[in-house]
């Protein structure tokens, strides 16, 4: 009598499993916070429990959790009061680097039942770095003919920050020969120019030496420097010139040391030294810069393996200078075109506990795909074995849930081994697998059954005393069992 309430609970579980599956597949609003970096570990983001609308006590009855892609721990639930918490202090240069916006992508996972919420953190920017200039000091060799409103370009300095925070302007030390002018890249980032404000005269003054100052825009501002040595030189009318002002490069990122990028060309119109042209790169930085040039040919060669995902474009400067100490510029702009290097990536949240048998569309794994690679190359599909009762939905973007397709029988399978196999589309194209392991739980689903339908039994016909009366005890103690059969007695 027990059996009918258990049965309608347990389809009304299905019914809502299935509803809320119905629910993921059409999406659901995503939750945004923001949180400046370098705040403090275990400073509360915000209530999560209260913004979703649920009770503190639910969080730990439906086993809540925070899933997101990777290991490494960024935040963590207090199931007790419903807070959302920094596991540790972030930062956001190594969160996402150049990147704007510096966005977490996270979820709440409900487990019993089953439900999601998508919820994104922000990650702000403060002014935590200083500009660096990667040389203490640039060389300028200007001969003394050079006319005032000349411009001479200098080295800009690096700011890890963005925005408002990384560098807005360049300032010179006070001198009566030079002031500087702070233009906008097209990208944002700014650069300066020496212009030349009065003549100058090399058996005067052979030399000057000035102070070059980056100042960033945030609050308080922050502020580095470099030496600026000008060295006068005798006349040299005619500085190098480059074929082309911007040079367009595609090179594949698994493409060997030492191949040829570009080559680039400038000519001088004067004879002797001042004619000759050694061509170096302008932003000559040995640790970032993954290009070398021969000073004599202007080939452009790798040096270092070239990563699409870590950087896709370079901008690489080259000056060439005559032996007058005149120097023209051109710009090589690098683009690495992306190869199928690097596999998909699973990450699996197995849920609790084992599946029973009769329950169709039971949620018994939740997991996510990713693939750095572009294009065709970090596209994915996802796929299992045919011949399971088990069928892949997917939820929000790159995220997934392993369902039962039909109600499963134990008595026929206890268990199932499934291999989930993740493929980009790339060339040649490249795989990961993950393989899972699912119990299915009993349910009391099956009568007890006799072996036979009838039996035949000899009986004598003035059975012994002793036999009769066992026959009258066993019915007045009325011995009743599931099940029946035919009991035919024949007379000896």
């Known amino acids: ?112 039942p089953v439900q999601f919420f998508q919820a994104d953190l922000q990650v702000t920017d403060i002014n935590d770095h200083s500009p660096e200039f990667l040389e203490r000091e640039m060389l300028l060799k200007i001969p003394e003919s050079v006319q005032p409103g000349t411009v001479f370009p200098l080295k800009t300095a690096q700011d890890l920050d963005i925005g408002s925070n990384t560098v807005q302007n360049y300032t010179v030390s006070p001198n009566s020969h030079f002031h500087v002018v702070t233009h906008n890249r097209g990208d944002g980032r700014k650069y300066p120019e020496l212009v030349l404000d009065r003549a100058l005269d090399r058996e005067k003054q052979p030399e000057l030496s000035l102070i070059l100052t980056a100042l960033d825009g945030g609050a308080p501002t922050r502020s580095g420097t470099t030496t600026v040595r000008v060295e006068i030189v005798d006349i040299n009318d005619n500085a190098p010139e480059f074929l082309q002002w911007l040079y367009e490069v595609q090179v594949p990122e698994n493409s060997p040391l030492n191949s040829l990028v570009v080559a680039v060309s400038a000519r001088d119109l004067d004879a002797g030294t001042y004619g000759n042209i050694a061509y170096a790169l302008f932003e000559g ?28 474009y370079y901008s690489v400067e080259i000056a060439a200078t005559d032996g007058g100490g005149l120097s023209g510029k051109c710009t090589v702009a690098i683009e690495v075109l992306d190869v199928n290097d690097n596999a998909p990536e699973l990450t699996m949240s197995t849920l609790t506990g084992s599946t029973p048998e009769n329950a169709p569309e039971t949620v018994v794994a939740v997991f996510s795909v990713s693939d750095p690679d572009s294009g065709d190359n970090g596209k994915m599909v996802c796929s299992i074995q045919n011949d399971l009762p088990f069928v892949l939905k997917p939820t929000f973007k790159n995220f997934y849930t392993l369902v039962t397709q039909k109600p499963l029988d134990r008595e026929s399978q206890a268990e199932y081994n499934i291999t989930i196999t993740v493929t980009d589309l790339g060339t040649p194209r490249l795989t990961t697998e993950h393989s899972i392991t699912v119990l299915v739980s009993d349910v009391n689903d099956n009568a007890p059954a006799f072996t036979q339908a009838s039996y035949t039994l000899l009986v004598r016909e003035q059975p012994p005393p002793a036999h009769r009366n066992h026959q009258r005890h066993r019915r007045r103690r009325g011995h009743q069992r599931p099940g029946s059969c035919n009991l035919l007695a024949v007379r000896g």
């Not at 290009?291 to 699409?308: H, P």
């Open 285 to 312: 930085d040995e640790v970032t810069q993954p290009f070398v040039i021969d000073e004599v040919t202007g080939d452009v060669r790798l040096k270092r393996t070239l990563d699409f995902e870590t950087t896709r």
């Open 1 to 112: 009598m027990e059996t009918a309430p258990a049965e309608t609970l347990q389809k009304r579980q299905v019914i809502f499993l299935a509803i809320m599956l119905l629910l993921w597949e059409a999406g659901s609003e995503v939750i945004r916070y923001s949180m400046p970096e370098e705040t403090e570990s275990g400073h509360i983001v915000a209530n999560l429990a209260k913004d979703l609308g649920l009770r503190v006590g639910e969080l730990v009855t439906r086993a809540a959790r925070i899933h997101y892609k990777g290991n490494k721990q960024l935040l963590q639930l207090d199931l007790k009061t419903g807070n959302l918490l920094l596991y540790e202090k972030l930062d956001r240069e190594a969160l996402c680097g150049a990147a704007e916006p510096c966005v977490l992508h996270f979820q709440l996972l409900l487990e019993n």
